[in-house]
């Protein structure tokens, strides 16, 4: 069936500097991507889509990339603080369904 | 309520039994989404049900799977003669109606089946 998956299950970056987390799709026929945060216990929480249309995002420290391509979608964060310290999961989208990947653990160096 | 919830928060079972899952979403919210998360693992699509029309239930892993939504707002995820491989943290999500409006998530309901 489609999917979509991550490169990198872990990520630990220094405090300050910039995360990028990256996710691959399979499901050319999707046409909206979205990041979720998950912090420990709790449900994912919204950070940012985009839409097909689209190759670039941007929000509030956080920008979307959409390599359409190669199928390909990232999400930065700017000057990494340690609330980010969380699971990230790319989802994409098709008829109103929504796929999740497998997650990436961004973890916080002091 | 502001968000969604979801009760039980927590469900232990002994194996074999039946166990319902609530979720009650956003007021107004015609878009709702059931999803299972196995401990480290991602989330995996169950069942989607928009407004009056029929479910995509593509996502139920087994007839042992069950959900209804009545009144198109509350739902119930129904695990019948559960199993070990069924423990996971059950979640619940709903959205306004749109394909692209945010879908917003109830904490879950972990499920443990001994």
């Known amino acids: 069936g489609e999917s979509v998956g991550l490169h990198l299950p872990t990520l630990s970056v220094q405090e300050g500097d910039n995360s990028i987390i990256n996710c691959a799709y399979s499901n050319s026929a999707s046409d909206y991507f979205i990041w979720y945060k998950q912090e420990s216990g709790k449900g994912p929480q919204f950070i940012i889509d985009?839409?097909?249309?689209?190759d670039k995002r941007q929000g509030q420290r956080v920008t979307v990339l959409l390599n359409k391509t190669v199928k390909h979608l990232s999400l930065q964060i700017a000057a990494t603080q340690p609330g980010d310290s969380a699971v990230y999961f790319c989802?994409?989208?098709?008829?109103?369904?929504?796929?999740f990947g497998s997650g990436t653990r961004l973890s916080i160096r002091p | 309520g502001a968000g969604v919830s979801q009760s039980p928060s927590n469900k232990v079972t002994e194996k074999g039994k039946d166990v319902e899952l609530r979720c009650d979403p956003i007021?107004?919210?015609?878009?709702l989404y059931w999803y299972r998360q196995s401990l480290g693992q991602g989330l995996e699509f169950l069942i989607y049900?928009?407004?009056?029309?029929?479910?995509?239930k593509s996502g139920l892993p087994s007839d042992r799977f069950s959900a209804e939504r009545t009144g198109g707002s509350v739902s119930t995820l129904t695990i019948q003669r559960t199993q070990q491989e069924d423990s996971a943290v059950y979640l619940c999500?709903?959205?306004?109606?749109?394909?692209?409006?945010?879908?917003?998530f109830g904490p879950g309901t972990r499920l443990t089946v001994l």
């Open positions: 007021s107004g919210h015609t878009a």
């Open positions: 985009i839409r097909s249309n689209m």
């Open positions: 989802a994409e989208s098709w008829a109103s369904k929504i796929i």
């Open positions: 049900f928009q407004g009056n029309s029929a479910p995509d």
């Open positions: 999500a709903s959205r306004k109606g749109q394909s692209t409006d945010t879908q917003y």
